[in-house]
């Protein structure tokens, strides 16, 4: 019988110590496709996707770098998507972030090859110009319990914050139940100041993300587009959603419009990933959420995305938990304990 599957493509952070060698655990038959990619980051004269993945010792001031960590996602994510098992049907692919670049290439509208040189580029560009920071802050509490009312507040304080003299700071991702904020180093300072710390680490600040999302972002957009051609883009195989809760689909999608959203838009305006959840929820009704690794953080994201939006009755983490532990329907393919759910 064939299970229906909405895929979910990681963004930045999700390469860490332990994924180390994820592409050598996992997908040792896919050397070819991993040498091709070490082959585009030759001409750009960068460290090969294998080696970094096949070396004994991780740093974070290297692997947190946006053209290191960008590729190595992309490679492993990518592999994942391609090692499901036969009786899975994916219906729409979304992602997070850079997690878009990679469910372009997974939904068919990049090949392999090119989905790698955007990521590539736009993560080697960001690196270079490294434009303000991110952090991150939570609005539900630890049961998930959702308040409008502290939402809107922490916005109004980002809205006051962004129109202080020298300081710029914006929603850059709307998270499940957290807010990704961007900003330039005053920003995130007066936001760290403003609010109090919860649960013993938030606000927490991401290792070299720059603004991403926001306007300041505008000159990574135009060179964007300066390297990478709107031919790259072609029709996608099936559904795709993106960071406003927009569908693309196979055979109506206006591909220069599609260049014009992932370079342009996409770079410079906040990222609804929640809505993106919730509309893959209610357009596809989907058996199974899989999220493709490296890593598993994600899956927190899209299980507050799905409670926020009272799918299926969950109301809070504890119902959450309950009716993942009796049908699980969200699978991380990077946890080794659910892993095999996915690829059989």
């Known amino acids: 019988m064939t299970r229906t599957a909405v895929l979910i493509c990681p963004g930045r952070g999700t390469y860490n110590k332990p994924e180390l060698g994820y592409l050598h655990r996992h997908h040792r038959q896919q050397m070819d496709l991993f040498r091709s990619f070490d082959a585009i980051r030759a001409e750009m004269g ?197 960071g406003r809760g927009k569908i693309w689909w196979p055979g109506a999608t206006d591909t220069q419009a599609l260049w014009d959203y992932t370079l342009g838009h996409q770079v410079t305006e906040a990222y609804d990933f929640t809505r993106a959840v919730q509309t893959a929820a209610r357009e596809f009704a989907p058996d199974l959420f899989i999220v493709t690794g490296p890593g598993a953080t994600l899956g927190g994201a899209v299980a507050q995305s799905l409670v926020l939006a009272d799918w299926k009755g969950m109301e809070d983490k504890a119902a959450f938990q309950a009716r993942q532990e009796t049908e699980p329907f969200l699978i991380a393919m990077g946890r080794e304990d659910q892993r095999a759910l996915a690829t059989g």
Request: glycine share 10%; charged share 15%.
């Open 46 to 242: 960068q460290e090969a996707v294998t080696a970094l993945d096949g070396t004994s010792r991780y740093t974070m001031s290297k692997y947190s770098r946006g053209d290191v960590a960008s590729p190595l996602i992309y490679a492993a994510a990518l592999a994942d998507a391609q090692a499901l098992a036969e009786d899975i049907e994916v219906v729409a692919v979304t992602g997070n972030s850079m997690g878009w670049y990679i469910a372009l290439a997974a939904g068919g509208a990049l090949s392999s090859q090119n989905g790698f040189r955007v990521v590539n580029t736009m993560g080697t560009l960001m690196q270079e110009q490294l434009i303000g920071g991110q952090l991150v802050y939570p609005f539900v509490d630890d049961n998930w319990n959702y308040d409008a009312t502290r939402k809107a507040d922490l916005l109004a304080d980002v809205a006051h914050i962004n129109g202080m003299d020298g300081c710029d700071l914006a929603l850059s991702i709307d998270l499940g139940g957290m807010l990704v904020l961007a900003g330039n180093e005053p920003g995130l300072a007066a936001f760290e100041a403003s609010q109090p710390v919860v649960q013993d680490r938030f606000p927490m600040r991401l290792a070299n993300h720059a603004a991403f999302h926001t306007a300041l972002q505008a000159p990574v957009a135009a060179e964007g587009q300066a390297r990478l051609r709107p031919d790259l883009f072609g029709q996608p195989e099936c559904p795709l959603i993106d």
